[in-house]
């Protein structure tokens, strides 16, 4: 259902503070300093040359490899020191939530990055033994997303050289919401908590903030603290995002501001963004990026253009057919020009419509945004324009089955459920998406509407013998006993009208025919026994 990118490359750097004037307009002088060539901002033009990916090399597998979760790796010098997610063996408490008592902290080194040695440390007993890795135990939410940096900052206190943030919201995870914490190491083994109250404290506005791995770090370019962390809200609705915050002290930390990164649709977890060492003025971040299901399928056949559905004359013809009052008009014009004057926005409608009409596979529509941040009041007309998007689509089905028109007029008309919504909130036009799936009936001809009665079609699952004649190739399909089916050949639960009845599975082989008896649909009905050659 979901598709994950690991590699993505945000530059979140701060160019602009190391701007300055030039001779040539628009310019950027670089000084001396090293840059990386990743995109075209510091390019004015290009002859014979072009911007080419290094290419990766294929190792083996370690023989010792790291594992964990939201591992952190630091290069001290000429050692690599990992820190990740242990979990203990010994705890037999609850284990279906973040942050609960069993899990550690764990430490490992490596001289190359590639292999990696476990030393037993003994710092704490976990599983009844001291023999281990582990650098912080018996502090939940801490080791759930434990993140550690090599402070660089100038003149830092030697026993504060390692620091690191850590903490859990504690929504529905048994634990309080409070927010990150800080941690300090001398060495990087021995950790001590600095802080009794969170420096970067959680608010309930901030749904799922640092439900993930939330990174810090000296910034050389700043001259701050910079802690980069998981939050939820972004201009294309609630998705996976990172927002970050600034200090001079790691103690006071500013209001948060939204990075706004994503791409509609796009979940980013675990930025890990850090200074790259050669050009620390530059941050690197490689979130793991998880689309939303089918989105290279909307990009694919994105054309640029405003979706038909959004257009100005199908917006008119959509609401009448179905049944929306005139009232209706102003509101989803409104929103389809919003829609359409906004590329993200555009791309973001087009492909929710897929999802709804292309993809019967998609179930999760009681997640999508409320668009209230893009939208404001306007926000849930676009769900109501999503719907009466369904007319031509049911007008094009109901051609193929030969449907009456009064019909097809009964089933596309919404107008009942638009008002439903409306008398729910205020006036207000538009529709709860979280019951856009049974359109979808509609359209694949499955459900219909004659006056107040819905009527739906389901696969029969009986279970069904077929018989082909060998010399004609003429076949008999024969339902189990018991099945019933009217004169147009549909399943029913009660009798059929008719005295033809229907072929019941069971059977007798004779030598060469199989014989049958039929149902008996009406006490009048005449019993004849059929027989089908055997060839």
Same mark, same amino acid.
């Given at each position: 259902?979901?598709?994950?990118?690991?590699?993505?490359?945000?530059?979140?750097?701060?160019?602009?503070?190391?701007?300055?004037?030039?001779?040539?307009?628009?310019?950027?002088?670089?000084?001396?300093?090293?840059?990386?060539?990743?995109?075209?901002?510091?390019?004015?033009?290009?002859?014979?040359?072009?911007?080419?990916?290094?290419?990766?090399?294929?190792?083996?597998?370690?023989?010792?490899?790291?594992?964990?979760?939201?591992?952190?790796?630091?290069?001290?010098?000429?050692?690599?020191?990992?820190?990740?997610?242990?979990?203990?063996?010994?705890?037999?408490?609850?284990?279906?939530?973040?942050?609960?008592?069993?899990?550690?902290?764990?430490?490992?080194?490596?001289?190359?990055?590639?292999?990696?040695?476990?030393?037993?440390?003994?710092?704490?007993?976990?599983?009844?033994?001291?023999?281990?890795?582990?650098?912080?135990?018996?502090?939940?939410?801490?080791?759930?997303?434990?993140?550690?940096?090599?402070?660089?900052?100038?003149?830092?206190?030697?026993?504060?050289?390692?620091?690191?943030?850590?903490?859990?919201?504690?929504?529905?995870?048994?634990?309080?919401?409070?927010?990150?914490?800080?941690?300090?190491?001398?060495?990087?083994?021995?950790?001590?908590?600095?802080?009794?109250?969170?420096?970067?404290?959680?608010?309930?506005?901030?749904?799922?903030?640092?439900?993930?791995?939330?990174?810090?770090?000296?910034?050389?370019?700043?001259?701050?603290?910079?802690?980069?962390?998981?939050?939820?809200?972004?201009?294309?609705?609630?998705?996976?995002?990172?927002?970050?915050? @600034?200090?001079?002290?790691?103690? %006071? +930390?500013? $209001?948060?501001? =939204?990075?706004?990164?994503?791409?509609?649709? *796009?979940? !980013?977890?675990?930025?890990?963004?850090?200074?790259?060492?050669?050009?620390?003025?530059?941050?690197?971040?490689?979130? @793991?990026?998880?689309?939303?299901? %089918? +989105?290279? $399928?909307?990009? =694919?056949?994105?054309?640029?253009?405003?979706? *038909?559905? !959004?257009?100005?004359?199908?917006?008119?013809?959509?609401?009448?057919?179905?049944?929306?009052?005139?009232?209706?008009?102003?509101?989803?014009?409104?929103?389809?020009?919003?829609?359409?004057?906004?590329?993200?926005?555009?791309?973001?409608?087009?492909?929710?419509?897929?999802?709804?009409?292309?993809?019967?596979?998609?179930?999760?529509?009681?997640?999508?945004?409320?668009?209230?941040?893009?939208?404001?009041?306007?926000?849930?007309?676009?769900?109501?324009?999503?719907?009466?998007?369904?007319?031509?689509?049911?007008?094009?089905?109901?051609?193929?089955?030969?449907?009456?028109?009064?019909?097809?007029?009964?089933?596309?008309?919404?107008?009942?459920?638009?008002?439903?919504?409306?008398?729910?909130?205020?006036?207000?036009?538009?529709?709860?998406?979280?019951?856009?799936?049974?359109?979808?009936?509609?359209?694949?001809?499955?459900?219909?509407?004659?006056?107040?009665?819905?009527?739906?079609?389901?696969?029969?699952?009986?279970?069904?013998?077929?018989?082909?004649?060998?010399?004609?190739?003429?076949?008999?399909?024969?339902?189990?006993?018991?099945?019933?089916?009217?004169?147009?050949?549909?399943?029913?639960?009660?009798?059929?009208?008719?005295?033809?009845?229907?072929?019941?599975?069971?059977?007798?082989?004779?030598?060469?025919?199989?014989?049958?008896?039929?149902?008996?649909?009406?006490?009048?009905?005449?019993?004849?026994?059929?027989?089908?050659?055997?060839?």
């Amino acid at each position: 259902m979901r598709e994950a990118l690991i590699g993505l490359i945000l530059l979140a750097g701060v160019r602009s503070m190391a701007a300055a004037e030039s001779g040539v307009e628009g310019a950027i002088n670089i000084g001396s300093r090293l840059e990386l060539f990743v995109d075209r901002q510091l390019i004015d033009r290009m002859e014979q040359v072009e911007l080419r990916l290094h290419e990766p090399q294929k190792l083996p597998l370690p023989v010792s490899p790291l594992r964990g979760d939201y591992a952190t790796v630091i290069k001290d010098g000429d050692l690599y020191r990992a820190y990740y997610r242990g979990n203990d063996p010994g705890y037999k408490g609850k284990r279906d939530y973040c942050g609960h008592p069993g899990e550690t902290t764990c430490y490992a080194e490596s001289r190359d990055g590639h292999e990696w040695t476990f030393p037993s440390l003994g710092l704490f007993e976990v599983n009844g033994s001291r023999e281990n890795n582990v650098v912080l135990a018996g502090q939940p939410p801490f080791s759930h997303n434990f993140s550690p940096f090599l402070d660089t900052r100038p003149g830092v206190a030697m026993s504060e050289r390692f620091k690191a943030l850590a903490g859990h919201p504690g929504y529905d995870r048994q634990n309080q919401a409070d927010g990150l914490h800080s941690f300090a190491s001398a060495g990087g083994i021995r950790w001590r908590k600095t802080s009794e109250e969170p420096v970067i404290p959680y608010r309930p506005s901030w749904p799922h903030a640092f439900d993930s791995q939330n990174v810090s770090f000296w910034s050389e370019a700043e001259r701050l603290y910079v802690c980069y962390f998981r939050t939820w809200l972004s201009r294309h609705g609630a998705l996976r995002t990172i927002s970050r915050a @600034t200090s001079p002290d790691f103690v %006071h +930390w500013s $209001e948060p501001v =939204a990075m706004e990164p994503n791409l509609p649709g *796009e979940h !980013l977890y675990t930025s890990q963004t850090h200074p790259y060492f050669r050009a620390p003025h530059l941050y690197i971040a490689l979130p @793991t990026e998880i689309l939303a299901p %089918h +989105w290279p $399928e909307t990009l =694919a056949a994105d054309d640029g253009c405003v979706p *038909e559905f !959004l257009t100005p004359p199908a917006v008119t013809r959509n609401r009448r057919d179905s049944g929306l009052p005139e009232e209706a008009e102003a509101p989803l014009q409104e929103t389809a020009r919003h829609i359409a004057a906004s590329p993200a926005l555009q791309l973001l409608a087009r492909h929710c419509y897929h999802l709804l009409y292309n993809h019967s596979d998609y179930k999760a529509f009681g997640q999508w945004p409320d668009f209230k941040t893009s939208l404001g009041e306007l926000g849930e007309v676009f769900y109501l324009l999503l719907l009466q998007a369904a007319a031509p689509l049911i007008r094009r089905t109901h051609a193929k089955l030969n449907i009456p028109e009064a019909i097809t007029q009964a089933t596309s008309n919404y107008r009942n459920a638009a008002e439903k919504f409306q008398s729910k909130n205020n006036g207000r036009w538009g529709f709860d998406r979280g019951i856009l799936s049974w359109i979808r009936y509609h359209v694949a001809g499955k459900l219909f509407r004659i006056g107040r009665m819905e009527y739906k079609l389901e696969p029969f699952n009986g279970r069904v013998e077929a018989y082909r004649h060998k010399q004609t190739g003429s076949t008999l399909a024969l339902a189990a006993d018991g099945a019933c089916f009217d004169e147009h050949g549909y399943a029913c639960n009660g009798k059929p009208s008719d005295s033809s009845g229907a072929l019941p599975r069971t059977c007798r082989l004779g030598l060469d025919a199989l014989l049958f008896a039929p149902h008996i649909v009406v006490e009048n009905a005449v019993k004849r026994a059929v027989v089908l050659g055997a060839a």
